[in-house]
Every structure is written in C-alpha cells, then in structure tokens.
C-alpha cells in the first residue's frame, strides 16, 4: 500500500501553515470541512498524478473549487508535504467567501511508477461490480502531471527522462486499462513543437499532429499536415511527443478512451490566495523562478541569454500563462472528456495567450510590483533556444470553452503578493 505521508517540513522553504490533518500509514484525506462527506461507494475521485507540483497543485485546487473529489499521488521527489496542506488552506478559503461545502481530497505519498502500490490504490477504489473482475472505479478520470520536465538535465540525463516519462507513462496506462479508467487528461508542453517556432512564430496544433490533417491557415489557403513534428531540440521534447504519439495509438485501438494532450507554454504566477507558488526541489531553470531567486537574495544577479534577436528589445519572446489559467484548462478538458464534446477519442490543445512578452518586459513587471531592481547580466544564447514562441489558443476556445483570462501583471502582482506572505528568506522588504 502507499508509504507514509510524512508531515510538512519544518526546513522547507514556505513555513508550515496552522492547518493540517493527520497522517495514516496509507493515505491521507480530508473534507476540508467536518460535514460528512459521501458514501464511499458513491463518491467518484479524479486522479492527480504529480498534483503536489507547480501545475498539480493549482490544479487540484482548481479541481477541488469546480466540485470534484481528488485523490493526489506525489512522492515528493520535486515537491513538499506542506503544499498539501496549503491547497486544503485556498479550498477552505473559497468555499467560506462563495458558500457551498469542498470536497473531498486524499493524498498517497508514492510513485505513480510503483505498480504494487498504484495496484492497492486503484483497488482501494474499486466498488464490486459483476461486469468488471477488479471492480468498478470511482475514479472518473486522470490528469497526469508525473514527468521529469527540466529541458537542461533531460540533455544530461536522457535515459532517466525516457525510464520515467515514456515507461511511466506506458505502465500507468495499463494499469488504468486494467481497471476500466479510461478518461485521461496529459500534461503535455510546446516542447513539441520543437525548432517550429522560427517558422511560425504563432504554433497552432496542427504543426505537430499524430494522424494526418487539413486545416485552413490565416489566409483561408488549406494545408495537410503530415504526421510527425521534426526539430524537437531535447530529450524531455521528444518525451511529449512520443507520449502523444503513445495515446494517440492507445486511442485509435480503443474507442472507449476519451484521451487529450495539452501543450502550455510558459506559466508562471501563482494562486491569487499566495498560499500555493512554485516550489521545486531542485535548481530551477525557468525565467520567473531565477527572477524570484534573484528577489529572494538566493543569486546575484539574473542571466538573460540572448540580446541581439531580432525583437524590439533584443531579448527572446514567449507566451507567459497564469498558472491558474492552465489549471482551469484542464479542468475544462476534463469537463469537454466527459461530457463526451471531445472531437474524436485523441485531441491536443495549446494552452497560451496567444501573445508574447519579452524576457526583459517580464524582468521589468516585476521589478514594477516589487519595487526592486533585478540585477542582470547579458550572457549568449543557449543551444536550442528560439526568438519568439506563441500558441495559438482558438482551437481551446472553441472546443473546450477556455481562455485564458488573466494578464502577465496579474502573474507577477500574484507572485510578489505570495512572497510577501511566505517572507522567510532574504527578501528585503523595507
């Protein structure tokens, strides 16, 4: 069965807030309020894998504020134990200021590679039913979050990338099988796209396809798409796509999956409570999170790689997304999976804006709303990078019902106001 879920970390690097349930041996759970919750035959659970991450974790909040049970599996390995209570903390929050009651939540503390115990879990959650010999689930769905995502180290280490996002994925998705869950929700990224992008500028999702398509460009002019994408620069890239390329298969060869893979581009922010931020283990690599170490007195100074590309202020330009707006994408995927509104049983969206900033427009955001001055230092451009990355987000408006509806000034109002709150660092505040 799971392992324990050991409590917050008095050492890490957001204090441990004054709200927690305890552990068992198993999983941990809770209604965030003491009415009581459905029978546990009749309650039905999405399965968060990774939801204790950047995107997991506002996504299983987002989850949670839609009126859906989760059931998280995280093993901490680029996570912390208090990001489980900080999320039931921002659930708590929303339901006392619009009413109504939360749902419920449980975590186990495991590896979704770790077949023996995913097997318990899946059976923990299985009700007796004469037409399926492991039971029936309530589970309804999965959102897959679980990858290693770090483009720099996949370049070092691309066998630990392909071991656990490609074979990973591959095991998780015939153990669902076996247990009849076939709604799926990837977390997938515009790594895909590959070197695409200094063709474009704009990616639509026919740049990358997994069966041929014709779609009509900007001019009306209609194109084929040809299946493949070429240019894919890194390993953790090529672990999408041929992620995608693996459920677009599993898809074809079984009608009763309803499966879609979606591909955000940059986001950054955080939940407007301050309560939730993004908070990996390691050594980030991401612009925002070097910003926010740069603000926190962690680094000197902030690296900007490349000044000469051919945009108004030389620096690179990429679709920045609130990090909420991505969650509440897939929620809307989940939602159009369900419901069955889902243009055949395969279907890849971008999550984005649809415009860019520049790296030095995102580095002067914030230095508005903080009121900090952000060292740099101009340093070359790094092998793989491109000039400008944009999605083109229709095909989610139309079809999900999603836009994004927050602005890069939000992102970093919302940031600064989370380090505001979790002011245990160097931050110099006065």
Sequence with gaps: MPSFCPPSES?????????????????????????????AEEAQFVLVTGGLGYIGSHTTLELLKAGHNVLVVDDLSNSFRHVFDRILMAAQ??????????????????????????????????????????????????IHFAAFK???????????????????LVDLLGLLDEHG????IFSSSANVYGTLARDYGTLREEHCVHQPETYRDANGHEVVAAQGCTGITNPYGRTKFFG???????????????????RYFNPVGCDPSGLLGEDPRGTPSNLVPVVVQVLTGQLAELSVYGSDWDTPDGTAIRDFIHVSDVARGHTAALAAAQEQRVRGNFRAFNLGTG???????????????????IPRRLADRRPGDVESCVAMADRAAVELGWRAEKTLQDACQDLWHHLHLNDTTELCLS
């Design 11 to 39: 050492s890490s690097p957001v204090p441990t807030p004054l709200f927690s349930v305890p552990s068992t041996p198993e999983t941990e759970r809770d209604d965030c309020f003491d009415e009581p919750s459905l029978a």
């Design 355 to 373: 415009s860019g900033h520049s790296v030095a427009q995102v580095v002067a955001a914030m230095e508005g709303v903080s009121q900090r001055l």
């Design 150 to 168: 770090e483009v720099h180290d996949s370049l070092r280490n691309p066998l630990k990338y392909y071991q656990n996002n490609i074979t990973g």
């Design 244 to 262: 995608e390329a693996i459920l677009a298969d599993v898809a074809a060869s079984d009608p009763a999956w309803t499966i879609i893979g979606l």
């Design 93 to 142: 929050l929303h339901f006392e200021r619009v009413g109504g009651r939360c749902p419920r939540v449980e975590l186990a503390c495991i590896n979704f590679r770790d077949g023996a115990a995913m097997a318990a879990l899946l059976a923990a959650h299985a009700v007796p039913s004469l037409d399926h010999p492991l039971g029936r689930s309530n589970i309804t769905g999965v």
């Design 181 to 184: 869950i076939k709604t799926f």
